[in-house]
């Protein structure tokens, strides 16, 4: 008796067993239009995060493209909207969809993001590779069923064609595989007073700065091309000095730093080492921002296109004034006049002070946010959450939450101010520069 | 006497200036009488370090080649020529590199070195860790490590591919030596910087390129006969990975095993140092960083060994940016090692590479030199310091005895250079990449001492190396102790110490008693060693501790054997 029991049992949970794998291969009839596009936001985020040597510069330029692609790949799709060549620097020409014929926008977006993604990102590994396909494969599958076959070729041979014009043209900005000299040792920079020294308590092994020439590549914007040089406050190590002044704002701070100051500090570190760099979490949350408001395809991919884009010229102007200004950080100024033992809570980034970048990203992706949003969106920010709490200084990593858009750029600068890195001008004129930059993007002629 | 006693106070008291002046005086050649000399062009030392592309390097092992009785050189050049410099015995030396027989090496980028007499056959070898190939430019910067056999008759034979060596290509950082296993055989610790290629580099692609800069593990060789060392690092139960610049040997647990720190850099980013048990006789090694306090998250770039308070157990500066840590264990209990670095008076902000203990001013206690530089190409002068020791503290004094050199220092060696009983000292300066304030050459300290005495013990092993890596040698003196172990190398980043223990003795004109501890626990008592002599102590024969578990054999046989009985009482009884 109980014998018997006991099989029933067994053939009944392996009938479950079955019938659970059965129902996690099958897909649904549907997907809305704004997760396709979310989706490749998550697979980007990824892989920005997952492929070594990226840097914050490398993926912000890729966040712009893989943006772009976004857009210009369902653009056609929406009459009153309009593809952005000839208004980008040096893009004349795009592949167009046939006249009259019919399109699965979600599935050009599917194809281009997926060719986008393994050509800008080639040096991921073969992993990650596969993991683009297959949610390529996936996608694909779930709108194949509403799509007639011959739409379905349409739709995936333009988007090739669209993301392999859009790779060829990123091709000549300066970027292009820049991961290959991330550290570049010929670079030499004669010291002065107030300049920039490789860090004593570094994120990064090179004792060469990132990128010394990024500022020179191609911004999407042309209007990004010639921005005049923000104010600095000029060197003067005697206290009391507007400059002193500086550097005396970041010790004191550090000697008060309470846990939540702590927790934003590290929320917002954005290591390139371990996360999706300062580029990545702001496009993750336009990500966020698209999931919670579900708007239509053509918006959704307009937030990528606008974020994407914003943090990639953001990065290009903030390294031309970095390079131009080679301005030292605390950990430089402030043993050498204020306390010898001193020691920023979060170790130096491999390159100049001057403005700060995730300052002038922040507010560059904030400014085309509230373009798109309303500004007073309550946020929950996750993006770190379930990282293993950070040892060395003793603290974890805490969900924030944001009242605001323009909030997010306001605490993302604070955060290198509690860092210990930036001075409050490196993030006061961060957010300044971040927000005329975004106004570049946000005035191209997105509508007809 | 009392007399002229008398009339110096007369003077001090009657005429203050001059008091001062003969004071100043005094004191003056009090200093020349210890401080060190820059002897390096009368000596023909012409080197410096060159980095590749802002790297790290280098180092010095100290060793007598030709087994006269002189200690001699060998320096890693970097992107400069490496040189085996042949002490002349007249406090001189000459190149010898090409003589040797060691041209191959000008085809590598050279790091640390280490020598031991691998293959027992009493000459000491040389191993050469490297970081790429000098003439062939490649993308990712990787090279097999070397192997030099020395041949008894002045010259060396390159054997990297009989020893396979050639397996791996690595950009290696610090060599040590030590025996792991006891068989008298020296094995071998490298450590790595960078993520290794076995095989080689065959393919190289964007993905390849980009993960070149992940962290890397150590190589762990076991020498098999002096024929080959085999990498075991799996076999040994390691699986660290760091951007490490290598391990030293050492017995931190006093159980008379060779045990290994490694240190890293980055460690507050990538992984901290590692502490880790030898478990010998079971074979393996145990990860306690955590428990000893020891998984230090800095820059670590090199440690030295020394016993600080005189507990009879070791302890280990640790080099590193900006403050460099004393790390001392207590006796009682022992516990965790704890940071004293501070209390030490060795709290002092520079960068810090190399850094080894000796009783420069022959007082009875330990000194420490620590070589520091600017990284490269930053090249902000910073110079190296000399703590004396002074009671429980140490005080710098670099500028006293003529050490303030302001070159980017980085390995640093001991040794005698002409046998007169006080330790001198090779300092390997970097060249600077960009404009620099100062000279930076590599240097040979002559050590002036002319005051203290001096006991030298130099070990010959015959059932452990032949060197007596990782042996214990204590001297006592009226109660008082000191502590040596027989260094392996690495300890002094990337370079190798005189393996000939020495020890300061003051006015003392004897030794009470001296012990040498042997690695495995087999002990030798000296009593009453007259002093000022180089002491040679060959390892005598003795039953070597068997691996045999005959506790648990013996427990066995008392249970089986109780059984039987107990079965035989029962039998009868039934």
């Known amino acids: 008796m109980n014998y018997f029991c006991g099989f029933g049992l067994m053939k009944r949970s392996l009938l479950l067993l079955v019938l659970g794998v059965v129902q996690c291969d099958s897909l649904p009839d549907g997907i809305p239009d704004h997760e396709v596009a979310a989706q490749w936001a998550d697979m980007t985020l990824h892989i920005t995060k997952d492929t070594p040597a990226n840097s914050p510069t490398f993926a912000s330029r890729c966040l712009g493209y893989i943006g772009l692609t976004q857009y210009e790949a369902v653009v056609h799709g929406f009459p009153e909207y309009q593809s952005l060549v000839g208004q980008l620097s040096g893009l004349e020409e795009l592949p167009l969809p046939e006249a009259n014929a019919r399109y699965s926008w979600p599935m050009v977006l599917n194809r281009a993001e997926s060719e986008i993604l393994a050509s800008i990102y080639i040096q991921t590994s073969n992993q990650n590779k596969k993991k683009i396909d297959s949610l390529e494969k996936r996608i694909y599958a779930i709108l194949k069923k509403s799509t007639d076959q011959a739409t379905a070729e349409r739709s995936n041979a333009f988007g090739t064609a669209l993301a392999r014009a859009i790779f060829e043209w990123s091709t000549t900005d300066g970027g292009h595989r820049g991961y290959l000299n991330n550290f570049d040792t010929d670079f030499k920079k004669e010291p002065f007073p107030g300049s920039w020294k490789p860090p004593l308590f570094a994120q990064s092994f090179s004792h060469h700065p990132l990128h010394p020439y990024w500022g020179e590549n191609r911004p999407f914007a042309p209007q990004n091309k010639n921005l005049p040089l923000p104010d600095f406050i000029s060197y003067d190590p005697k206290e009391g000095s507007s400059y002193y002044d500086q550097f005396l704002k970041v010790y004191e701070k550090e000697r008060q730093l309470t846990q939540e100051e702590k927790e934003l500090a590290i929320w917002w570190s954005d290591d390139p080492d371990v996360t999706f760099s300062p580029g990545g979490h702001l496009y993750y949350l336009a990500n966020a921002m698209v999931r919670k408001n579900q708007p239509t395809l053509i918006h959704s991919a307009q937030t990528f296109a606008r974020v994407g884009m914003a943090v990639a010229d953001a990065f290009i102007n903030c390294w031309k004034w970095k390079y131009h200004f080679f301005s030292e950080r605390p950990n430089t100024f402030i043993p050498q006049f204020i306390d010898q033992k001193w020691e920023s809570f979060w170790p130096d980034p491999p390159f100049p002070a001057f403005p700060s970048g995730h300052a002038i990203q922040a507010g560059a992706a904030a400014t085309v946010l509230i373009s798109l949003y309303d500004n007073k969106t309550a946020i929950i920010d996750s993006a770190h959450v379930g990282r293993e709490r950070d040892h060395v200084r003793n603290t974890e990593f805490v969900a924030q939450s944001f009242d605001s858009i323009w909030q997010i750029a306001l605490e993302t600068a604070d955060s290198r101010f509690f860092g210990g890195i930036h001075t409050p001008q490196d993030n006061q004129v961060g957010l300044e520069q971040g927000s005329i930059i975004a106004n570049n993007i946000v005035i191209l002629a997105w509508k007809k | ?574």
Not at chain 2, 107 to 136: H, W
């Open chain 2, 1 to 574: 006497m009392e007399k002229i006693g008398k009339l110096v106070t007369k003077i001090f008291k009657n005429n203050f200036p001059l008091t001062f002046l003969i004071a100043w005086l005094l004191s003056c050649g009090a200093l020349l009488a210890q401080g060190f000399t820059d002897i390096s062009k009368e000596a023909g030392l012409e080197h410096y370090f060159e980095v590749y592309e802002g790297m790290f390097g280098g180092g010095v092992a100290v060793l007598d080649f030709n087994n006269d009785g002189f200690e001699d050189l060998y320096l890693t050049g970097g992107m400069q020529p490496d040189q085996l410099l042949l002490n002349q015995g007249d406090g001189s030396f000459e190149d010898q590199l090409e003589k040797a027989g060691m041209l191959k090496v000008l085809d590598f980028v050279t790091q640390g070195v280490a020598a031991a007499d691998f293959n027992r056959d009493g000459f000491k070898d040389l191993f050469i860790t490297t970081i790429t190939l000098k003439n062939k430019k490649q993308k990712i910067p990787r090279a097999q490590n070397l192997i030099f056999i020395n041949q008894g008759d002045g010259t060396f034979v390159e054997e990297s591919v009989a020893f396979g060596l050639d397996q791996t290509s690595s950009f290696s950082t610090g060599v040590a030596v030590g025996d792991v296993n006891r068989d008298g055989y020296p094995d071998v610790y490298v450590g790595n910087y960078f993520t290794d290629y076995d095989g080689g580099l065959k393919e190289i692609s964007d993905a390849t390129i980009v993960n070149a800069g992940k962290t890397a593990k150590g190589y762990l060789y076991i020498n098999r006969k002096g024929k080959k060392l085999v990498e075991s690092y799996e076999d040994y139960g390691l699986n660290h990975r760091g951007f490490s610049f290598g391990g030293v040997f050492t017995d931190f647990d006093n159980d008379h095993d060779m045990d290994l720190i490694v240190n890293n850099d980055f460690g507050y980013k990538a992984k901290p140092s590692y502490l880790l048990e030898n478990q010998y006789p079971k074979k393996g090694f145990k990860y306690v960083e955590k428990s000893q306090g020891m998984d230090l998250r800095i820059n670590a770039m090199g440690a030295a060994t020394a016993d600080v308070d005189g507990d009879g157990w070791l302890d280990y500066f640790i080099t590193n940016i900006r403050f460099n840590r004393m790390m001392v264990r207590d006796s009682i209990a022992p516990t965790p090692f704890v940071d004293q670095a501070n209390s030490y008076g060795l709290e002092l902000f520079t960068i810090s590479w190399g850094a080894v203990f000796a009783d420069f001013d022959l007082d009875g206690d330990e000194d420490l030199f620590v070589s520091n530089g600017d990284l490269n190409p930053n090249c902000v002068p910073m110079h190296n310091f000399y703590f004396e020791k002074q009671g429980s503290k140490f005080e710098e004094k670099s500028l006293n005895v003529g050490l303030r050199d302001y070159g980017l220092g980085r390995g640093a060696a001991i040794f005698d250079l002409e046998n007169d009983g006080d330790m001198d000292l090779l300092l390997i300066n970097q060249k600077a990449v960009m404009q620099y304030g100062t000279e930076t050459v590599s240097r040979l300290y002559r050590n002036e001492n002319k005051t203290g005495n001096y006991l030298k013990v130099k070990l010959h092993g015959t059932q452990s190396t032949p060197s007596g890596f990782g042996a214990r040698i204590e001297t006592f003196v009226q109660g008082h102790r000191q502590t040596r172990e027989i260094d392996g190398g690495n300890s002094s980043h990337l370079s190798h110490n005189s393996t000939i223990a020495h020890f300061g003795l003051g006015e003392h004109t004897q030794v009470d008693s001296l012990k040498i501890t042997w690695p495995g626990g087999f002990q030798q008592k000296f009593i009453e060693v007259p002093v000022n002599q180089l002491l040679e102590v060959k390892e005598p024969n003795y039953s070597h501790p068997s691996n045999f578990p005959w506790k648990t054999l013996i427990i066995i046989s008392i249970i089986v054997v109780a059984i039987l009985k107990f079965r035989a009482s029962f039998m009868v009884k039934s």
